[in-house]
């Protein structure tokens, strides 16, 4: 059987195992359909109190974040105890990210070059407007590469408080990675604190395990108001740049995550995609890296893989690993491109490839933050979003849908590495891995 329909046939196990959540996407779908050909003062009223029940969903779940992350990374770090360990743990998964954001930045490349998705885009921006825009590209490109020094001097906070108040969350990972490292070194002093980190990991992971029983409804009032609002036939005037980011994500999914597993561990890609089924949809549901975390790591734990790895690699992966916003910002700026004719030449994909890693590593995991980011790149390119209006009003149109997509990406790549990372290191549980009936409940 091909290796896609293993996985296809994984996937629909955990859509059974977990079919309340998948019937609240399909139920979205349907009633977001249904309200958006019928409108009416009551239909504003049911699209208003979806969203509200969608962002009650959210928030919960993002209220666990910042302690999640904060003590999963003190107690993954400070447990590893080996400093040679830790190390070669932070190595691999770096190599392993980067790997996979290098090949899906790629896809992206390719397929937008070769499907030109900008170009039926390009008789609704004004020839003014256009030339102004290559103008700027040619005039301002050579002398914004230094600004990309200061972002990440941005990343290190002055202030480690005013930075969890405002949850930067690459300033807080520095911060918790620095501050884990110092407790790691200073031996069996640092008990009490890590007792105390332990004790809110546990607590958050239950408070999780609550949120999921609110995950069928929440998914499918977040599904239902992004189909009210947008409808189904958002998608035909935007169709091929649609279609190049479905075949890339699909390629990345069902090709280059089964082929790095193979290449670099002896974890099945099925059974991966089995185990972490909940998350999968709850990504798709959520358009949050973020808020899918808590159940990344409780899919990850649960099923197999150690604590010790997973609270290590997941927490760091959701905020840093973004490979499906990277080929996402890719493709998307490469159509701003053709859509306003500035002349791709190979030294500007180059720097657009390269500006999407980057940009990509600092998008936060929520809903619309891999469109937000788009902006550094555009920096890079001597140019502001606010110059790409009519572009940019494409691209909103089915921001929500592409957000799903590159999301679900996004937190399969996480597990993907976490996996890998727990099978070079003998912190995997086959048995329990590929034996799916006897999988503990997630909630």
Same mark, same amino acid.
């Given at each position: 059987?091909?290796?896609?329909?293993?996985?296809?046939?994984?996937?629909?196990?955990g859509?059974k195992?977990?079919?309340?959540?998948?019937?609240?996407?399909?139920?979205?779908?349907?009633?977001?359909?249904?309200?958006?050909?019928?409108?009416?003062?009551?239909?504003?009223?049911?699209?208003?109190?979806?969203?509200?029940?969608?962002?009650?969903?959210?928030?919960l779940?993002?209220?666990?974040?910042?302690?999640?992350?904060?003590?999963?990374?003190?107690?993954?770090?400070?447990?590893?105890?080996?400093?040679?360990?830790?190390g070669?743990?932070?190595?691999?998964?770096?190599?392993?990210?980067?790997?996979?954001?290098?090949?899906a930045?790629?896809?992206?490349?390719?397929?937008?070059?070769?499907?030109?998705?900008?170009?039926?885009?390009?008789?609704?921006?004004?020839?003014?407007?256009?030339?102004?825009?290559?103008?700027?590209?040619?005039?301002?490109?050579q002398?914004?590469?230094?600004?990309?020094?200061?972002?990440?001097?941005?990343?290190?906070?002055?202030?480690?408080?005013?930075?969890?108040?405002?949850g930067?969350?690459?300033?807080?990972?520095?911060?918790?990675?620095?501050?884990?490292?110092? *407790?790691?070194?200073?031996?069996?002093v640092?008990?009490?604190?890590?007792?105390?980190?332990?004790?809110?990991?546990?607590?958050?992971?239950?408070?999780?395990?609550?949120?999921?029983l609110?995950?069928?409804?929440?998914v499918?009032?977040?599904?239902?108001?992004a189909?009210?609002?947008?409808?189904?036939?958002?998608?035909?005037?935007?169709?091929k740049?649609?279609?190049? *980011?479905?075949?890339?994500?699909?390629?990345?999914?069902?090709?280059?995550?089964? *082929?790095?597993?193979?290449?670099?561990?002896?974890?099945?890609a099925?059974?991966?995609?089995?185990a972490?089924?909940?998350?999968?949809?709850v990504?798709?549901?959520?358009?949050?890296?973020?808020?899918?975390?808590?159940?990344?790591?409780?899919?990850?734990?649960?099923?197999?893989?150690?604590?010790?790895?997973?609270?290590?690699?997941?927490?760091?992966?959701a905020?840093l690993?973004?490979?499906?916003?990277a080929?996402?910002?890719?493709?998307?700026?490469i159509?701003?491109?053709?859509?306003?004719?500035?002349?791709?030449?190979?030294? *500007?994909?180059?720097?657009?490839?390269l500006?999407?890693?980057?940009?990509?590593s600092?998008?936060?995991?929520?809903?619309?933050?891999?469109l937000?980011?788009?902006?550094?790149?555009?920096?890079?390119?001597?140019?502001?979003?606010?110059?790409l209006?009519?572009?940019?009003?494409?691209l909103?149109?089915?921001?929500?849908?592409? =957000?799903?997509?590159?999301?679900?990406?996004?937190i399969?790549?996480d597990?993907?590495?976490?996996?890998?990372?727990? =099978?070079?290191?003998?912190?995997i549980?086959? =048995?329990?891995?590929?034996?799916?009936?006897?999988?503990?409940?997630?909630?």
């Amino acid at each position: 059987m091909k290796l896609h329909m293993q996985i296809l046939i994984a996937l629909g196990l955990g859509i059974k195992r977990n079919w309340h959540i998948f019937f609240g996407i399909i139920a979205g779908i349907l009633v977001g359909a249904f309200l958006h050909s019928h409108v009416t003062s009551m239909s504003g009223h049911i699209l208003n109190f979806l969203t509200f029940i969608g962002q009650i969903f959210i928030r919960l779940i993002q209220m666990v974040v910042i302690p999640l992350v904060v003590s999963a990374i003190i107690i993954g770090i400070t447990s590893v105890g080996d400093n040679r360990q830790l190390g070669k743990f932070g190595s691999k998964m770096i190599i392993y990210y980067g790997i996979l954001t290098t090949i899906a930045v790629s896809i992206g490349t390719a397929l937008a070059l070769i499907m030109k998705p900008g170009i039926k885009a390009a008789h609704y921006i004004s020839a003014n407007i256009a030339s102004d825009v290559q103008a700027s590209v040619t005039a301002a490109i050579q002398q914004q590469h230094g600004k990309i020094l200061d972002m990440f001097l941005g990343f290190i906070p002055s202030n480690p408080i005013s930075a969890f108040a405002n949850g930067s969350m690459i300033s807080i990972i520095l911060f918790v990675l620095l501050f884990a490292l110092a *407790l790691a070194k200073v031996g069996d002093v640092n008990r009490p604190i890590v007792s105390f980190f332990e004790s809110v990991f546990a607590a958050t992971m239950k408070i999780t395990d609550w949120i999921m029983l609110f995950a069928a409804p929440g998914v499918f009032a977040l599904t239902a108001s992004a189909i009210a609002s947008y409808g189904i036939n958002i998608f035909g005037p935007i169709s091929k740049y649609l279609l190049v *980011l479905v075949i890339g994500f699909a390629i990345q999914m069902f090709i280059i995550y089964p *082929l790095f597993l193979k290449c670099f561990s002896k974890v099945s890609a099925p059974m991966l995609f089995s185990a972490i089924a909940e998350a999968i949809m709850v990504a798709f549901g959520t358009a949050s890296s973020s808020a899918t975390l808590p159940l990344t790591i409780a899919c990850c734990e649960k099923r197999g893989i150690s604590h010790k790895i997973a609270s290590f690699v997941l927490p760091l992966g959701a905020t840093l690993n973004f490979d499906g916003t990277a080929l996402l910002q890719t493709v998307a700026v490469i159509f701003l491109a053709q859509a306003y004719g500035v002349d791709l030449s190979v030294g *500007l994909v180059i720097t657009i490839a390269l500006l999407a890693i980057v940009a990509s590593s600092t998008c936060a995991g929520i809903p619309g933050g891999g469109l937000i980011t788009i902006a550094l790149i555009l920096n890079g390119m001597g140019l502001s979003p606010e110059q790409l209006v009519a572009g940019f009003a494409f691209l909103f149109t089915i921001e929500r849908i592409t =957000d799903m997509l590159r999301t679900t990406l996004n937190i399969t790549s996480d597990a993907v590495v976490a996996a890998t990372i727990a =099978d070079n290191e003998n912190e995997i549980n086959y =048995d329990l891995l590929n034996n799916p009936q006897a999988y503990e409940e997630i909630a």
